[in-house]
């Protein structure tokens, strides 16, 4: 029953919320009901760290929804819950002179926290599925809600990479339900294992991994994130970071440590996956000069990083490392909280200049704190945080991350020296596989590539303490280019209410509290319900030994260069202050998918149907399609044109220019025009929506059609 109430009450809340925002009198008690909404839920969240609790709803949707919370899944409904009613406490300050569109995004906002426990707390794959898709469209609201037309454009990217991303996670689970027979959770270990077809199980894995990670920023699925979290309002961006993207992290964890626990390929894809992540991101963010897609960029870098923890979790499962497999699961899920907490908090603190200055560009911003030691102070501790200074959280988790690549590298040294031992004893390799675990035999030879990993690993460590270094240098220390500005900036130290100051300075103090190994190992022993070896491994980590603090030394040596030799000599310049040097044509979405979904996809795809057509045979295949494509072409337009009325007469109706922020003239001219240029491709036959439309129709038919031959025979 908690579970329910914890799910649905946020959705009732936005209900109530709605109705009473309808009449401007009342939005004073609008907000106040959503504040308390959030605060509720916080509250309640904790009763689930007692015991175990579940719930279910059997009769809906076919297969049931269950819910379950115990040890993970409890402890981030809890945190969930923290900075939900963190950022709905900032953001009563945050839009007190923003009140266009506050009961849309108040209402989605109370909506994607029911929806987010939901996932959160799912027992199974196809709750956390629907719950999933549900937070996908409500937290859309949030980015497009600033309605600019940079807004608009990084929400079409965020929807479209959403629903392809929910379309092939859904194929992942039924072939995942095909190979294995369940999608529970506390069944699909034992499950997978027995499952005659591994071969399956593994494409299932890819499309889950695919799916989730479109929402966790993976790379190449990542090109919403540095344009959405810019373009939502600072707390949304807060949650954004710290939340959503878990959600994705989430998914991919569950069936990872389930699934496929003991697969060394699938692990060394999720690590290959989480390095390009973890590097990618932090390159970016050195390069930035915008200060909340400078904090987008490194949540996709720490999304990284905790990716290669999930895949070091499998790795050395298969290589019987439970030193490191206890190492990497303590460090993912200590890794997880502390990125939430530590974005909560500089993500607020960003808000807090945005309501300040209405601007994010470093060279306009420059010097702006320099006299608010409160907030310096609030930022100070979440860089270091984010950064992996000893005594603070960020340190213990990534240290553990890193211990467990070492640990993987001496696992697969050790496996090699045991192999190469049998080989000679035995002179054959049929004596190996009964007297050794089922291993691969490559695995040995992945210590090297692991050795590669751990010095990437220690680089994008630097390049987080480079880019918070810049950060925090250039708005609280470093002096504005213009001295009348600065003058301006040093006149008024007062920078927010008592209750924001409350609520970030309040949430900074976790940072060197969690940064104690008493406490996070604690938390981390509940997190993950070790017992036994594995207690016993966790225990017996030293977070302050020599080797541990030369990790982390050498990590804050590399940012400190990269700052000096690189931020300082070669981003920066005396007369035009930071510069973004990052070339325009490796961006992704412009330079890659759109050029390859609307111009060399739909020409393969016509050549192809004209290669058909001059076969009598296939002739009226390729007709059939064709005419079946220009229906639903057909269609497609029309819907996009009377979704786009539909948003005119709901959602965004008699929207206000905002007086802050400049603001397209005509607003909706600007949806106009982005609702015809997302019809002309379609109207030229073949569009990048309808073919991946198509792509995924075809893929549930195709999966479909499996299970009825299956059945037949």
Known sequence: MLIMLLVFFPMLGAAAAWFTGRREDRAELRDILVIDTAVIEFVLSFALLRGRHVFSIPDILGSGLYFAADGFRAGYGVITAFLWAGAAIFGKEYFAHEPEGLNRYWFFFLVTLGATQGVMLSADLMTAFVFFEILSFTSFTWVIHEQTREAIRAAYTYLFIAVIGGLVLFLGLLLIRHSAGTLTFSKLREAAAGAKEQGWLRAGFLCVLFGFGCKAGMVPVHVWLPKAHPAAPSPASALLSGILTKVGVYGILMTASTAMYADAGCGVCVL???????????????????????????????????????????????????????????????????????????????????????????????????????????????????????????????????????????????????????????????????????????????????????????????????????????????????????????????????????????????????????????????????????????????????????????????????????????????????????????????????????????????????????????????????????????????????????????????????????????????????TRQAAVPILQNFSFALMMTCIGILLILGVLIFYVVQGVR
């Open 272 to 674: 290959v996956l989480g390095a390009a992540t973890m590097l990618h991101g932090a390159v970016l963010a050195l390069f930035s000069v915008n200060l909340k897609r400078t904090l987008a960029c490194s949540s996709m870098s720490q999304i990284g990083f905790i990716l290669t923890g999930i895949g070091m979790l499998m790795v050395n499962r298969a290589a019987g490392s439970a030193e490191g497999e206890a190492l990497a699961a303590a460090g993912i899920v200590l890794h997880m909280m502390n990125h939430s907490l530590i974005k909560l908090t500089l993500f607020l603190a960003a808000g807090v200049v945005v309501m300040n200055l209405h601007s994010l560009d470093l060279n306009e911003i420059r010097g702006w704190g320099r006299k608010k030691g409160t907030l310096k102070a609030a930022f100070a501790l979440g860089a270091l945080g984010i950064s992996g200074v000893p005594l603070f959280n960020g340190y213990l988790s990534k240290t553990m991350l890193h211990e467990s690549i070492v640990s993987g590298i001496e696992a697969c040294r050790e496996l090699g020296g045991m192999m190469d031992r049998s080989f000679a004893l035995t002179e054959g390799a049929e004596a190996v596989s009964g007297n050794l675990s089922p291993a691969p035999g490559w695995l040995p030879s992945l210590a090297g590539w692991l050795s590669g990993l751990e010095g990437l690993f220690l680089f994008a460590g630097g390049c987080t303490f480079a880019y918070m270094l810049k950060l925090f240098l250039c708005i609280f220390v470093e002096k504005n280019a213009d001295p009348d500005r600065q003058t301006r900036y040093d006149r008024n130290p007062a920078c927010m209410n008592r209750v924001s100051t409350a609520v970030i300075f309040g949430s900074s103090l976790l940072m060197p509290l969690l940064g104690q190994p008493s406490v996070s190992l604690g938390i981390a022993r509940a997190l993950t319900g070790f017992t036994g070896d594995y207690a016993e491994q966790l225990s017996e980590f030293a977070a302050f030994s020599p080797e541990n603090l030369k990790g982390g030394a050498i990590s804050l040596a590399i940012g400190a260069l990269l700052y000096g030799l690189f931020i300082k000599r070669v981003l920066y310049g005396r007369t035009a202050g930071y510069r973004n040097l990052w070339p325009a044509w490796l961006d992704l979405e412009e330079g890659v998918y759109r050029p390859l979904l609307t111009r060399v996809l739909p020409f393969l795809f016509g050549s192809l149907m004209s290669l058909f057509g001059e076969n009598r045979l296939t002739a009226p295949l390729s007709k059939g399609i064709l005419f079946a494509g220009t229906v639903i072409g057909r269609a497609l337009d029309c819907s996009l044109d009377f979704l786009a009325m539909l948003l005119r007469k709901t959602v965004f109706r008699e929207v206000k220019v905002r007086g802050r922020k400049e603001r397209t003239p005509d607003l909706l001219g600007v949806l106009r025009e982005e």
